[in-house]
């Protein structure tokens, strides 16, 4: 499981990646890419404060106040919330 902010946490074995936010905003592409997901549904914002996009295999984006390096830190330690 990985915490993603606020209260949402996710299996860990349903990611598929973990991108920083404003390298995303470098690209118009990437930029397209988020808002078509957002329009259609499939963006979950967990606060205001965005620092990280989080894709799943569950059709479901997240964009979280956790930085995409925290974020990689916990997946890769396999760090759990109990």
Request: glycine residues 4%; proline residues 2%; charged residues 25%.
């Amino acid at each position: 499981m990985l915490h993603l902010g606020e209260n949402v946490v996710i299996p860990s074995n349903k990611i598929i990646a973990i991108l920083d936010i404003a390298s995303l905003n470098d690209s118009l592409v990437n930029k397209e890419f988020v808002q078509t997901a957002e329009d259609e549904g499939f963006v979950k914002t967990i606060t205001k404060k965005i620092k990280s996009l989080i894709i799943t295999t569950e059709n479901i984006m997240y964009l979280s106040p956790i930085s995409s390096v925290t974020l990689k830190a916990r997946f890769d330690k396999g760090y759990e919330v109990l």
